[in-house]
């Protein structure tokens, strides 16, 4: 095999065989395809796309490039979510528990933030002492007692996915739909679920901008489980407005936990009781307890409690608060008819809650809580959304990516995606 004959294929759109896909992977991973080669062949990919055959197959080479865990030992179905990514998407951390409570194993592989949305890792992380790090035997013990777990991917899951992906950021071909998809789904499948419930979320706040391009991701990621004998589902949600009312580390944990005591923001309520139940039909067990009296009679606080002391966390210590706080006050009264999930995303992650290179730290206090949500009716002068962050200097800039974030009119209605807008089998 030659690199150049598949990046030829690829530019001249005569099609990929599976054998080219298969060499292709696995000679970048052992770095006899150089950078530049593979640069050419992702960007070729990006302008002519994959057909079905193709994304799957490279999925295919993508996993086998590393480890596939495998659960059987475990005396439950295996099921988990992924999420393509928002501002105040928490939904994992009430979300594991209760599918648990419901008697599923939730083996989660989790990331953390970049750029304007968070990661799940650096918001557990705001517990103090809860450790992202686990082998795998620590990962079966955690799920064999508790029925989740939600930590780090280890060095093994999918290596090609992980070189591909850096070279793909400084190549511009991030933005290529069968990239993502078999980058996302490698991982996934070798995570080793036996069911998978995926969350794509469509908006300002989001990867995909567009209604379309969320479904074409979402079909081609259903595909390509679909091939694998796992059984996919797609949600299509909306990430126009921040998820709930918190938007950090620190902040959201402290909003999941209300959730699981029953409470919380209405909209975050009501994706975790829809993507649970989505996730235990796929297992298998739609017929059994139902996720939102999990979360009313206690039996997810009690998954998430053990889980989180499985991890070394206490579920009862204090969680970290930023030493600075700053309001943003509602300028005249009205209807608030627009909260852009992008502006408060990135006042987020300047204010310290999210990092700009992954060696960056977090701050795990820094955030934003927004005391209104489009729709509210708000009055002149009333707090809108308070800012959070370790040091006073941190608000300008926030405040400058607030500026036209929102809007307030003195009658209307918001122009928003519906909560759950489709979805995909
Ligand atoms: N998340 C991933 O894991 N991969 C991508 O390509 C994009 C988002």
Not at 377 to 395: C, I, N, W
Request: include cysteine.
């Amino acid at each position: 095999m030659d690199a150049i004959d598949v990046i030829r294929a690829k530019r001249d759109r005569t099609g990929l065989t599976g054998e080219q896909i298969d060499w292709a992977v696995d000679a970048y991973t052992r770095g006899a395809i150089a950078e530049e080669q593979m640069a050419a062949l992702a960007m070729a990919i990006l302008l002519n796309g994959m057909t079905r055959t193709e994304v799957s197959r490279w999925t295919d080479a993508m996993i086998r490039s590393g480890e596939r865990m495998d659960w059987s030992a475990l005396d439950r179905p295996t099921t988990d979510k992924h999420s393509t990514g928002g501002v105040g998407d928490k939904i994992t951390l009430p979300l594991a528990p209760v599918v648990a409570a419901c008697g599923a194993a939730v083996p989660q592989l989790s990331g953390r933030g970049l750029g304007h949305t968070g990661g799940t890792l650096d918001k557990l992380e705001s517990i103090p002492g809860w450790r992202a790090s686990l082998s795998t035997g620590e990962m079966l013990d955690v799920l064999t007692g508790t029925g989740a777990v939600v930590c780090a991917a280890g060095g093994g899951l999918a290596p090609a996915d992980r070189k591909l992906y850096a070279l793909r950021d400084v190549t511009g071909t991030v933005e290529s739909i069968p990239l993502i998809a078999s980058s996302i789904m490698s991982k996934k499948i070798a995570e080793g679920t036996g069911a998978l419930v995926l969350d794509v979320k469509v908006g300002s706040g989001a990867f995909m901008k567009t209604v379309a391009d969320a479904r074409e991701l979402a079909e081609t990621m259903v595909g390509i489980g679909t091939d694998h004998g796992l059984r996919t589902v797609a949600l299509l949600t909306a990430m126009d407005r921040p998820l709930g009312r918190a938007v950090g580390n620190a902040v959201e944990v402290a909003e999941s936990v209300e959730v699981l005591a029953g409470a919380g923001p209405s909209d975050v309520v009501e994706l975790t009781v829809a993507l649970a139940r989505e996730m235990l039909a796929a297992a298998g067990l739609a017929d059994g307890k139902d996720p939102a009296d999990a979360l009313q009679d206690g039996s997810a606080m009690d998954v998430w409690r053990r889980m989180i002391s499985a991890q070394g966390g206490d579920p009862d210590a204090a969680l970290p608060v930023a030493n600075e706080a700053h309001e943003v006050t509602a300028p005249s009264s009205g209807v608030l008819t627009r909260l852009d999930a992008y502006g408060v995303g990135v006042a987020a992650w300047r204010l310290g809650a999210g990092r700009a290179r992954k060696e960056d730290p977090v701050s795990f206090g820094a955030g934003i809580i927004c005391h209104a949500k489009p729709g509210d009716t708000v009055t002149e002068g009333q707090p809108l959304l308070t800012l959070h962050a370790d040091e006073p200097s941190r608000f300008d800039r926030a405040l400058e990516s607030l500026d036209g974030a929102f809007e307030i009119t003195e009658s209307g209605t918001p122009d928003l995606h519906p909560l759950i807008i489709d979805r995909i089998a």
